[in-house]
């Protein structure tokens, strides 16, 4: 905005503040929750031009009577869209609902596929949404040496992307053996990321002691790993900010909940960090958490401050997080503060849903890149002797409702009926024809495959199964289908969810996206999968080699906490 603009609109807000003009919208008499005093105070809250004029009061030709509670816009403080399975428009369209206003993105997932490529894609698929987008540029490219991904990127790759008002810093720095071991190329991402001014976000679950001084001290910021409260405590009492996770995946609220009562409150966000779609129909997004924060004993009002003005303080958004003049004129407005229920959300004083979503047009993005985001897969034929075993190899434990995992020791083959599957990552970004090979245990499986191209970070593809000839039948149609998830049982499909965008969303609107979703799930669990286990998410995570204890590549398997392959 030009500089005589900006006093102009100064000018307007002053005076509808002072009185001297009417105001555009003004919420008349309502219960609103002050995040600086953590009170709920009464009053209106007058609106111009986008903006909060004052709070007092006021009147307007617009004057809307409120029941509820009237809160900020709600922020998710760390999501990766793409764990939607939707475009970004279709998300939008599912958060919105939700009381949420801003979320913080990290792109990696896509960007891992489609390198620069992709944080242009989910930038130009993100403009003018109904819910402000903002970005955190990937730290980790791929997330280690020892991963294949569609890219790898350093320092001088991304940026130039520092200068866009939406990119906010330098999302989870899941490298910590890196930086803990002084790794050049690592701690240059974060030196040119604060030489921009702008904030490291990071990512080291375990991480204790001297290895953590070194962590923090070389300008890591926040940590959403922690999953219990002595860990959390540990970082915050470092000067981190804490995230608190509870997504689809990776669920740490109940644990971490005793945070939201006294002085540690100050320095918690709340975040979702992966979110399925029947998550975001059925639960919610961080109204979810909400609820879920006060039934654990949180205080309603410093979780609510967790969800708003924390996390614009900590992102550097001073433009929001509160209803306070000046600000924008970001608006949840719930029956309650115990159930949370969403009676209408305003975004820049614009009433976007009161019942209903107001209806928007989904931006159209750059048709090069998306052509690109089309043309993902370049994997040889893929046979069931590609699977044959060949040794003593390490087999990786799962344990339900989290995403670290155990080391089950080594198995000579497979063995279904105690739990011994096997379990394979085809590096598929540029036909290397690379296949890591090993065992996974608690997955349950008794018969039939799964394949995914969901596969954290580097999203290569990863099946487990039974037999040799049903995982290659599996990965098959993966491929087929340029992206997504397949369950075989025997020589048929019997779950299938398309995914052609990066081999990690679909154009597909969300509800059908999900309907696909849950059947394949049924159709894993009719197989045996563990039903404490999320057949899919979960096992995307069995390929990313930055969480404990071992996992699976493209080159083989990996013992996370020695970055060595055993």
Not at 15 to 28: I, Q, S
Not at 182 to 187: G, M, Q, S, T, W
Request: charged share 25%; proline share 5%.
């Amino acid at each position: 905005m030009e500089l005589t603009a900006r006093i102009e609109a100064k000018q307007r807000l002053i005076d509808v503040a002072a009185g001297r003009a009417p105001a555009d919208l003004v919420l008349k008499d309502v219960r609103y929750v002050n995040v600086f005093s953590g009170e709920i105070r009464r009053g209106d809250v007058a609106v111009v031009g986008g903006r909060i004029a004052g709070v007092g009061s006021y009147g307007a030709p617009n004057e809307i009577h409120l029941d509820g509670v009237v809160c900020p816009g709600l922020t998710d403080a760390h999501i990766h869209l793409e764990s939607s399975l939707v475009s970004p428009a279709e998300f939008a369209k599912a958060v919105v609902p939700h009381g949420t206003t801003c979320v913080v993105t990290d792109p990696h997932e896509i960007t891992n596929v489609m390198g620069t490529d992709g944080v242009e894609f989910m930038l130009r698929a993100t403009e003018g949404l109904p819910v402000d987008v903002f970005f955190m540029l990937p730290s980790c490219v791929p997330a280690t040496p020892l991963d294949e991904a569609g890219a790898e990127l350093d320092w001088t790759a991304i940026d130039r992307f520092y200068g866009n008002p939406r990119v906010l810093g330098l999302a989870e720095m899941m490298n910590a053996f890196g930086v803990v071991h002084d790794d050049e190329a690592v701690l240059a991402k974060i030196a040119a990321a604060e030489r921009s001014g702008k904030r490291v976000d990071g990512h080291a679950p375990g991480l204790s002691g001297g290895e953590l001084c070194a962590y923090v001290g070389a300008g890591v910021q926040s940590d959403h790993e922690c999953s219990d409260p002595d860990e959390a405590m540990e970082k915050l009492r470092l000067g981190q900010y804490i995230m608190i996770r509870d997504g689809t995946a990776a669920r740490n609220l109940e644990a971490l909940a005793p945070l939201l009562r006294g002085k540690a409150a100050e320095r918690c966000l709340l975040c979702t960090d992966d979110k399925h779609p029947i998550d975001l129909l059925e639960k919610g997004h961080i109204d979810y958490i909400l609820r879920k924060a006060v039934a654990c004993g949180a205080d309603p009002i410093a979780a609510v401050t967790a969800a708003t003005y924390n996390a614009a303080q900590y992102f550097g958004l001073r433009d929001r997080g509160a209803i306070a003049p000046g600000l924008r004129a970001d608006f949840t407005v719930f029956d309650d503060l115990e159930h949370f229920r969403v009676q209408a959300v305003y975004h820049g004083g614009v009433c976007v849903y009161d019942g209903a979503l107001a209806p928007f047009a989904p931006p159209e993005n750059d048709p090069l890149l998306r052509e690109k985001a089309l043309d993902t897969f370049h994997v040889a034929h893929i046979a069931p002797e590609d699977f044959a075993p060949n040794g003593s190899q390490g087999v990786i434990g799962m344990i339900p409702g989290q995403i670290v995992s155990t080391d089950e020791g080594r198995a000579e083959r497979p063995d279904p009926a105690n739990d011994i599957l096997r379990i394979a990552v085809i590096e598929r970004h540029r036909n290397t024809g690379h296949i890591g090979l090993g065992y996974l245990k608690g997955y349950g499986l008794k018969t039939g495959a799964v394949a995914t191209s969901i596969s954290h970070d580097s999203h290569n593809i990863i099946v487990v199964g039974a037999t040799a000839e049903e995982m290659a039948l599996a990965v098959r149609k993966v491929v087929e289908n340029r992206g997504g998830i397949t369950v075989v049982r025997g020589k048929e499909i019997v779950g299938d969810v398309p995914l052609e965008l990066g081999g990690l969303m679909s154009d597909t609107p969300l509800t059908e996206i999900n309907e696909k979703l849950e059947a394949a799930k049924r159709a894993a669990f009719a197989l045996g999968v563990n039903e404490g286990i999320d057949p899919f998410m979960t096992l995307s995570f069995m390929s990313l080699p930055v969480i404990p204890a071992l996992r699976l590549t493209t080159r083989g398997m990996v013992d996370v906490m020695t970055q060595r392959y055993i």
